[in-house]
C-alpha cells in the first residue's frame, strides 16, 4: 500500500466521572506480577470497524446526548472508568536513597486517560491495511504513546486511547500500562466499555480491583523495593529490535484440527491441544528456516500461565491487576528439528501443567530474594513469546454499530520471535501476528510444510 501517515485532530483528558469510594483501591501497591512488567513498554492492542451508518450514530449519540462517534466514545470512556479507577491514576516512585531502591504504587487519583481523536491520510481504506501481505507502517501510527515504558507511567497516562478514521471504518487502539492490567484485565475493560457504549447504564461483569497475592513468604513486604540498578532510568538503555517484519498467519478450523490430530498421533496422547499444535508447528518451522543453526544451539519458549484458576483458593472472578507467569521451556534447537512437532507440544504442554500454586510460590519466594525485572534486550536468541489468547472473544465486543472485523497489535515490544494470538473471525480458527526478521520471514513463506496449514485471514462483514 502507498505511504500514509495518521493525523491526530484532537487530544482529551478523560476522567471518570463517578468518585472513588472504596478505601482499599485508592493506592494500589503492585505485587511481584506486576513489578516484573515495569521495563516493558505499554501493551498495545485494538479492533477495526466498517464506519457506523449516519442513523447509527444519531441512534448511539442519544444514550450520551452528544452530536458526533467521537463525543460518543469519549463520555462513554468517562463513564466506563467509573469502574476501572486504576486506568485515571499514575504510577508514584518512591527512591530510598540510603538503600539504594526504588518502590512503585499505583494512586487512583483521577488524573485521567488519554483519548485522541485522529485520522489516516491519503485515503486509506480499511481494506488496505488488512489485505497487505504484511503488518504496514501506519498500524503503529494507530495507537499512542509509542516506545513509552510502563515505568514511565509516573508522567504518562496509565491507558491511552486513540481513536482513528480510516476511509472506510473506525480503528479504537489502546497503549495499556502493564502494571495496572494484563490481557485478561484489558479485555474485560475494552468488552466493559462497549457494553456502555452500547447504551447500559451497568457492566456485566464487575472489575475486582483489591489487588491479591496470594502466597506466604517470608519477608514479603507490602510495598516491594527494587535495587535502582535493575530499573534503568526511562530512556536510558532502551531496547531498540532491529528491523522486522510482521505478518498475520490464519490457521482454519480444519487446519487446526489436522494438526491437533497429527500431534496427538504422534506422541499416543490427548493431551496436546489445539493452540499447543499450532504453536509447536510454527515454533519448529521458523527453527527450521534459520538453516544457519548450529544443532547444539538453544531456543525458549514462552507462555504466559493465566494464574487466575491455578491457584488455590482460585482468583475471584472478574479479578483486575496482572495473574500471568512468564513459563518457558528451552531446548537444543537439534532435538526440536530430529522430533516432530507432536514432541514439542507435548513439552510444552508438560512444562504449564507443572505450574501449580505450590510451584508459583517457590517461584516467587526465590523471586524475593532477588527481585529482577523483565528487560526484551536481555532475551537470549531464539527466543520466542507469546502473547494474548485465543481464548479472547474479541469479535464481539460491539460498541453499537457493528462486530470487530479485525485485530491488530501495535509496535510495542517487538522483536524477532513475539506471536499474538487471538481467535480468527471463524469459529476454532486461530491468527498468529508473527514477528521475524526479513530473511526468516521469507524462509517461512516458502516453507512448503508450514504453508500447507496457513491461509489468508477472513475479513468481517457488514
Not at 26 to 36: A, G, Q, Y
Not at 244 to 260: G, I, M, N, P, Y
Not at 388 to 409: C, E, L, M, T
Request: with cysteine; charged share 20%; glycine share 6%.
Amino acid at each position: 500500500m502507498a505511504a500514509s501517515k495518521v493525523s491526530i485532530l484532537s487530544t482529551w483528558t478523560v476522567k471518570a466521572g463517578g468518585s472513588l469510594t472504596e478505601e482499599h483501591c485508592k493506592i494500589i501497591e503492585l505485587t511481584p506480577w506486576d513489578i516484573l512488567e515495569l521495563q516493558i513498554e505499554y501493551g498495545q492492542g485494538g479492533l477495526f470497524y466498517r464506519m457506523p451508518t449516519s442513523q447509527q450514530v444519531r441512534d448511539l449519540s442519544k444514550a450520551t446526548n452528544t452530536d458526533s462517534l467521537i463525543d460518543h466514545l469519549r463520555v462513554s470512556l468517562s463513564r466506563v472508568l467509573d469502574f476501572f479507577h486504576p486506568f485515571c491514576g499514575r504510577l508514584e516512585a518512591i527512591t530510598e536513597q540510603i538503600s539504594g531502591t526504588t518502590s512503585f504504587f499505583i494512586n487512583c487519583n483521577n488524573a485521567g486517560v488519554q483519548f485522541i481523536h485522529a485520522k489516516a491520510d491519503n485515503g486509506v481504506t480499511v481494506d488496505d491495511i488488512l489485505e497487505s501481505n504484511f503488518v504496514p507502517q501506519v498500524v503503529q501510527d494507530l495507537f499512542p504513546l509509542k516506545g513509552v515504558q510502563n515505568q514511565e507511567g509516573t508522567s504518562q497516562p496509565l491507558l491511552a486511547v486513540q481513536v482513528t478514521e480510516l476511509v472506510d471504518g473506525i480503528f479504537i487502539g489502546c497503549s495499556t500500562n502493564h502494571t495496572v492490567a494484563d490481557g485478561s484485565s484489558f479485555w474485560h475493560f475494552y468488552d466493559s466499555w462497549a457494553e456502555i457504549s452500547c447504551g447500559s447504564n451497568v457492566i456485566s461483569k464487575i472489575p475486582v480491583l483489591k489487588r491479591q497475592f496470594p502466597f506466604k513468604i517470608e519477608n514479603l513486604s507490602k510495598r516491594i523495593s527494587i535495587p535502582n540498578e535493575r530499573i534503568n532510568v526511562a530512556g536510558d538503555h532502551k531496547f531498540i529490535p532491529p528491523a522486522l517484519r510482521e505478518k498475520v498467519f490464519h490457521f482454519t478450523r480444519e487446519s487446526v484440527a489436522k494438526l491437533k490430530a497429527k500431534a496427538n498421533l504422534e506422541m499416543n496422547t490427548t493431551k496436546v491441544s489445539s493452540l499447543l499444535a499450532v504453536l509447536a508447528h510454527v515454533w519448529r518451522s521458523v527453527i527450521h528456516c534459520r538453516r544457519h543453526l548450529d544443532h547444539s544451539d538453544e531456543t525458549t519458549f514462552e507462555v504466559s500461565i493465566n494464574m487466575r484458576e491455578r491457584l488455590n483458593p482460585p482468583l475471584p472472578e472478574g479479578f483486575f491487576g496482572n495473574a500471568i507467569y512468564p513459563a518457558t521451556i528451552t531446548i537444543k534447537t537439534g532435538e526440536l528439528l530430529e522430533h516432530g512437532f507432536g514432541w514439542a507440544a507435548l513439552q510444552i504442554n508438560e512444562m504449564i501443567a507443572s505450574h501449580d500454586h505450590k510451584k508459583f510460590e517457590c517461584i516467587y519466594e526465590s523471586w524475593m530474594k532477588d527481585p529482577e525485572v523483565t528487560k526484551l534486550g536481555d532475551l537470549p536468541s531464539n527466543y520466542f513469546m507469546l502473547h494474548n489468547s485465543p481464548r479472547f472473544n474479541v469479535y464481539k465486543y460491539d460498541f453499537g454499530w457493528g462486530k470487530p472485523i479485525a485485530h491488530r497489535s501495535g509496535g510495542g515490544n517487538l522483536f524477532e520471535g513475539k506471536i499474538t494470538v487471538l481467535p480468527g473471525l471463524e469459529q476454532g480458527s486461530i491468527n498468529l501476528e508473527i514477528c521475524l526478521s526479513s530473511k526468516t520471514m521469507q524462509e517461512l513463506e516458502e516453507d512448503k510444510i508450514f504453508g500447507e496449514f496457513v491461509t489468508t485471514p477472513l475479513v468481517g462483514v457488514e
